[in-house]
């Protein structure tokens, strides 16, 4: 672009000020141009593989709602470099082998609006995704074999780096099942300390049990219920008919 900026003006005399309004109406012009074409954070589309690494800048922002399921290969320079993508409308992405999400390497993944995801390239067709920081909704489901269907269900969420804070509502529908209580539906999967790490608490109306604390059992993306003192893993029909209320923490 050549610059209209005239650089032997202002001269003195009469025309002072108007050659001093000239060059600075010229400057902003020029500026203004400049700033037209320059993207401060880039923009990528969503696509079944949208090209998250050639795009240039360390952080993206992320549109529509097409679900991916790889990246484009990255460049072999680009092997342990990472990318911060912020999705618009929430990033859906199917989990493989290739495509770690949270841990995950199977099932379709929602990663909600206005997150912040990190992309770390562990080799030039394979990618880890990471929800550094998200808060939204999740859907607490019976994972003890018993079909159950919980109802007036009211349950959040906020993950900030490694550690999830869940909180829930829900009805338990009148059951005599005498299988373990196994609530899943976790929106992170439990990482590298396991279901060790899911630990927390429970209310529960007109159920009788005492000592309701929550632990992780067996399972990185679902939680048991212990009662008496934690000596027993509460049942169903322990909180056949009652709303429960209660608060998850674990490092995912």
Do not use: H
């Not at 000020?17 to 000239?22: E, I, P, S």
């Not at 998250?52 to 097409?66: H, P, S, V």
């Not at 991916?68 to 990255?74: D, L, R």
Request: proline content about 4%; glycine content about 10%.
């Amino acid at each position: 672009m050549t610059s209209q900026i005239d650089p032997t003006k202002p001269a003195e005399g009469s025309a002072y000020t108007a050659d001093l309004r000239a060059n600075l109406l010229a400057a902003k012009n020029e500026i203004e141009t400049l700033q037209a074409g320059v993207s401060f954070m880039p923009t990528v589309a969503s696509a079944t593989t949208p090209d998250i690494f050639g795009a240039a800048g360390a952080t993206i922002n992320y549109t529509g709602t097409t679900t991916a399921t790889s990246f484009v290969a990255c460049a072999a320079a680009q092997i342990g470099s990472t990318k911060t993508i912020i999705p618009e409308t929430g990033a859906y992405l199917t989990a493989s082998a290739n495509l770690i999400v949270d841990g995950a390497t199977s099932g379709d993944k929602l990663l909600p609006a206005d997150s912040i995801i990190q992309v770390l390239a562990l080799s030039t067709t394979k990618f880890k995704v990471t929800t550094i920081s998200a808060y939204g909704l999740w859907t607490p489901s019976d994972q003890s074999g018993a079909g159950l269907t919980f109802t007036g269900v009211s349950a959040s969420y906020a993950k900030t780096g490694g550690l999830v804070t869940l909180n829930f509502a829900l009805s338990f529908p009148t059951t005599a099942s005498a299988a373990a209580v196994l609530i899943g539906g976790l929106p992170f999967v439990a990482g590298a300390f396991g279901p060790a790490s899911i630990q927390g608490f429970i209310s529960a109306t007109t159920s009788t049990i005492t000592a309701r604390g929550i632990y992780g059992g067996n399972s990185a993306a679902a939680f048991n219920i212990d009662k008496n003192n934690a000596t027993e893993v509460a049942k169903n029909v322990d909180f056949s008919g009652c709303i429960l209320y209660g608060i998850v923490i674990y490092r995912a």
